[in-house]
C-alpha cells in the first residue's frame, strides 16, 4: 500500500487504511505501507498507537495550502520503494491521488503487477474551497478530468460508495469499479460509566442536550449549517451543548462565528480526541450525532456513531446515502439549519424515540464490519492476481 497520509494524521482516509491493513495482517497476508513521516508537532496529528508494523516511512515537507497535510520528497520515496523485495509484492494498492498514485503506478508497472486505487475523496467538492479565487466551475472541471485520468490509469479501482461510483462514471472512467466500504471493527460500545466521565471531564451537566460532530474542521464539511440551526434549538433547549472534535482549517473562522452570534457558551471546539477512549466515550455521551457534510464519499463517523448507539442526524447525500437508512437509527433530513432545528428538537424532546434509534443504530451497524469488507477487498485483490498471472505481459 502507498498514501501520501497516514496516521498519525487523523482523517478518514488514514482510519481506512488501518482497519484494511490490520485486519489483512491477521489474516496473515503481508502488507507494507508506504507513507510520509511527521514531526511531532505537526498540525492536525494525534496520538495514535501503531508499533509501526511494516509502516514505511518517507521524508515529508509541508503541504502548501494545507498545513496538516505532508508531500512525501520524492528521491527518498523512490529509494525507500526500490528496497522493497519484488518477489514479495504481489500487488500495488494506491490510497491517495497525488505524489503516491504516480509513485505507486510506476512501481507497479515496473514490477509488473497490478495496481488498485481506492478514490477516497471526491474532489470535485473540495477544489473551490481552497482556492476559492478561481472559478468554481473552472475548478470542477479540471478535478474531473484529472480524476478520470488517475482513474483511467490503474487496473482496478475501489469506490467507497455506489453515488461515488456513479460520479466517476459520469467523468468517463471506464476502469472496472468495486464498491467496497471502509468496515467498523466489531468493538464494545462505550460504557454508561465512560459516557459519564466524558460529561464531567469536560464540564458537560450530566442532563444538558449533548449534540456531537466528529470530523474535519473545513469548509467542504458544511458544519455552519450545524452552527446556524442551534439558537432555534437553545429556544426550546437552552441548556443544549454542541461539541465539535476535530482539527481543520476552518476551525479559527468557524471560532469567530461562533463568538459573534454570541453562542461561546453552547459550541465548544474539543480538538482530537483519543480514538480508542475519548471518541467512543463522546460518541456514547452524546444524545444526538449531527453531521451536515455534502461531500462524503463514505461518512465513516456516521457509522462510528451508530456503532455507539448515539443516534443520527444527517444529510443523506454523496456516500451518506449508503450509510443512511430510515430503519438504521437515524433521521433524514435537508441540508438546511431549519430542518436540522427542527429534527433535533423533536428528538430531544422524546427519550423514549432516541432509545428506540439507539436501538436499531447498534444493530445497524454490525452489518458493516471491517471483516466482511476486508474479505471484498480480497476478492478484488485475488482477481487481479488471477489476471495478472494469465496475461503475457503488462503495459509499461
Known amino acids: ?102 509513485a505507486g503506478r510506476r512501481f507497479a508497472r ?3 503487477v497490478p495496481v488498485v486505487e481506492t478514490y477516497h475523496t471526491f474532489f470535485e467538492e473540495y477544489a473551490d474551497k481552497y482556492v476559492p479565487w478561481l472559478p468554481s466551475g473552472w475548478l470542477r472541471r479540471i478535478a474531473r478530468a484529472w480524476s478520470r485520468a488517475q482513474c483511467n490509469g490503474v487496473d482496478r479501482l475501489i469506490v467507497p460508495s455506489v453515488p461515488m461510483k456513479a460520479a466517476l462514471v459520469t467523468y468517463g472512467v471506464r476502469t472496472r469499479m468495486t464498491v467496497i466500504p471502509t468496515g467498523l471493527p466489531l468493538a464494545e ?32 464539511k458544511n458544519i455552519d449549517v450545524l452552527v446556524e440551526m442551534l439558537p432555534a434549538v437553545l429556544e426550546s433547549h437552552p441548556d443544549t451543548v454542541l461539541l465539535i472534535a476535530g482539527e481543520g482549517p476552518a476551525r479559527v473562522a468557524l471560532a469567530e462565528r461562533v463568538r459573534s452570534m454570541g453562542l461561546d457558551a453552547s459550541i465548544r471546539f474539543l480538538g482530537y480526541l483519543c480514538r480508542k477512549t475519548e471518541l467512543p466515550a463522546a460518541y456514547r455521551a452524546a ?10 464519499t463514505q461518512g465513516l463517523v456516521l457509522l462510528e456513531a451508530l456503532a455507539q448507539g448515539t443516534p443520527v442526524i444527517a444529510v443523506a447525500e454523496m456516500g451518506t446515502r449508503d450509510v443512511l437508512h430510515a430503519d438504521g437509527g437515524c ?15 423533536n428528538l430531544l424532546a422524546d427519550p423514549d424515540q432516541r432509545e428506540r434509534l439507539a436501538s436499531a443504530a447498534r444493530s445497524y451497524a454490525k452489518r458493516w464490519s471491517i471483516g466482511a469488507m476486508t474479505e471484498r477487498l480480497l476478492t478484488v485483490y485475488h482477481e487481479l492476481s488471477l489476471s495478472a498471472a494469465s496475461a503475457p505481459t503488462r503495459r509499461g
Open 1 to 102: 500500500m502507498i498514501s501520501d497520509v497516514f496516521f498519525p494524521r487523523i482523517n478518514g482516509v488514514s482510519t481506512s487504511i488501518e482497519g484494511f491493513r490490520r485486519e489483512l495482517l491477521e489474516l496473515g497476508h503481508r502488507v507494507t505501507l508506504v507513507c510520509p513521516g511527521y514531526p511531532e508537532d505537526q498540525p492536525g496529528t494525534g496520538t495514535i498507537d501503531l508499533g509501526d508494523d511494516g509502516v514505511v516511512r518517507v521524508a515529508s515537507r509541508r503541504a502548501p495550502l494545507d498545513p496538516e497535510d505532508r508531500l512525501m520528497h520524492w528521491g527518498d520515496l523512490m529509494r525507500r520503494l526500490s528496497s522493497l523485495t519484488a518477489t514479495d509484492i504481489d500487488l500495488v494498492h494506491v490510497h491517495t491521488p497525488f505524489i503516491a498514485h504516480y
Open 110 to 112: 515496473r514490477l509488473g
Open 189 to 220: 460500545p462505550a460504557s454508561t460509566a465512560d459516557a459519564a466521565e466524558f460529561r464531567a471531564a469536560n464540564a458537560i451537566p450530566a442532563d444538558a442536550p449533548l449534540l456531537l460532530y466528529v470530523g474535519r474542521v473545513a469548509r467542504e
Open 287 to 296: 444524545d444526538l450525532f449531527v453531521f451536515a457534510s455534502t461531500s462524503e
Open 331 to 345: 433521521r433524514i433530513v435537508a441540508n438546511d439549519p431549519a430542518a436540522f432545528a427542527e429534527a433535533t428538537q
